[in-house]
């Protein structure tokens, strides 16, 4: 699916991260012991540092920062939000909306539409275009787009397959209406007969969690831990179909736009790991000095906020006009987009502590028992 709009612009974007940090070298006990099983494993893969939440924090919390970040630091009158849209796959409960949560506690006008996205890796870029429709219909004038994913909590930290990949993000994005000829570019597709390539089984409504696989846990040949609500990616399905689609993916957007790597200042790849980052870089002939593959080393995978980390840790002290945003993962769904990024303010990465006072398991127990 092919998208052009010329009259929205990207104001300004901030991430946060949970201060709590975790350093591959302080889990060798995971690689036997071994240092020379952990560098290679940070070689290939890029393990390095990433930012987990702490016990009672959740996405809302960090995408309510950001986006309180975000309304003092570029002087946002929280009353022209007219669009909240928050893209994530770790909401707070199965209803309500988390967005409606955020609207709530960020003292937003009622006359705000607001709803959430259940997407992953690729969310980022179709909550920009979700946003970008909003817009240029006239449907909205000033979009709030959140999009985050607490993914460190999807699997035991004891499963070293899944969990030592992922770290915790989220970021705050406003977009708006400008009557200046403004191009962006938006080329994404779906392959929903890969569903089951990456699934978390018992979370919805197909297989409730109740008592009689509540406590299921199974040890795999490796000592890795699952769950039936875990994350179970089959790696080697999606590291395939990464590279199938996501390298012609990037070459579609820029025949559709008429551009060529010359006209792009930076391209933000989706950082699932450093070799498929790489990867796909080698095979869509990706200039070297145009992107990276190392951030992932510095924060892992942020799931639906990596390609958005990517450009706030690289670009914040650098002008980019035109960036190429790649990005894919569950669904199985994909997108790419080229964007004016010129007068966009980017506030970078902020590291957040617990919030004070948040409802956790243990102070609802009592109420819900």
């Known amino acids: 699916m092919k998208s052009k709009f010329k ?25 036997n012991n071994s240092e020379k099983k952990l560098n290679r494993a940070k070689k290939i893969v890029g393990f390095g ?17 950001a986006a309180n970040i975000l309304f003092d630091e570029l002087n946002i009158d929280k009353n022209s939000i007219d669009t909240l849209i928050l893209v994530t796959q770790s909401p707070d409960y199965l209803y309500p909306a988390s967005s409606c949560i955020l609207h709530g ?5 009622e006359n705000c539409a607001t709803f959430d996205v259940d997407l992953g890796c690729s969310g980022y870029v179709y909550g920009l275009w979700l946003a ?24 035991s930290r004891e499963n070293r397959i899944h969990n030592p990949l992922f770290g915790d993000a989220a970021s705050a994005t406003v977009l708006e209406y400008t009557p200046k000829d403004n191009d962006a570019y938006f080329v994404l597709g779906t392959r929903g007969s890969g569903w089951d390539k990456i699934v978390a089984p018992a979370t919805g409504r197909r297989l409730p969690l109740r008592k009689d696989i509540a406590d299921i846990e199974v040890k795999d040949d490796s000592g890795n831990i699952w769950h039936p609500y875990d994350e179970i ?55 070297a000095e145009k992107t990276t593959s190392e951030v992932f080393s510095k924060y892992g995978n942020n799931s639906t906020n990596s390609v958005l980390t990517v450009i706030c840790d690289c670009l914040r002290d650098k002008k980019a006009k035109e960036i ?17 990024f010129e007068n966009a303010r980017n506030l970078g990465i902020y590291f957040a502590p617990p919030p004070d006072e948040c409802p956790y398991r243990k102070r609802i127990g009592g109420k819900m028992g």
């Open 324 to 340: 190429l945003l790649s990005v894919f993962g569950v669904g199985l769904s994909w997108g790419s987009a080229i964007i004016n």
């Open 49 to 65: 540092t990433r930012y987990v939440i702490s016990e009672g924090t959740t996405v809302v919390d960090l995408a309510e920062k």
């Open 105 to 109: 506690r960020l003292g937003l006008n």
């Open 132 to 155: 970008h429709s909003l817009i240029s219909s006239g449907a909205s004038k000033k979009v709030l787009l959140l999009a985050g994913d607490d993914p460190s909590t999807h699997t």
């Open 233 to 287: 990616l089959k790696g080697m399905d999606v590291f395939n179909f990464t590279l199938e689609v996501a390298p012609q993916n990037i070459k579609d957007v820029l025949q559709y736009s008429q551009k060529t790597y010359d006209d792009i200042d930076f391209i933000s790849i989706h950082q699932a790991n450093k070799q498929i980052v790489e990867n796909i870089i080698l095979k869509a002939e990706i200039p």
């Open 7 to 31: 009259n929205v612009e990207i104001k300004g974007f901030v991430t946060v991260m949970p201060e709590n940090k975790i350093n591959i070298d302080d889990e060798i006990q995971y690689f």
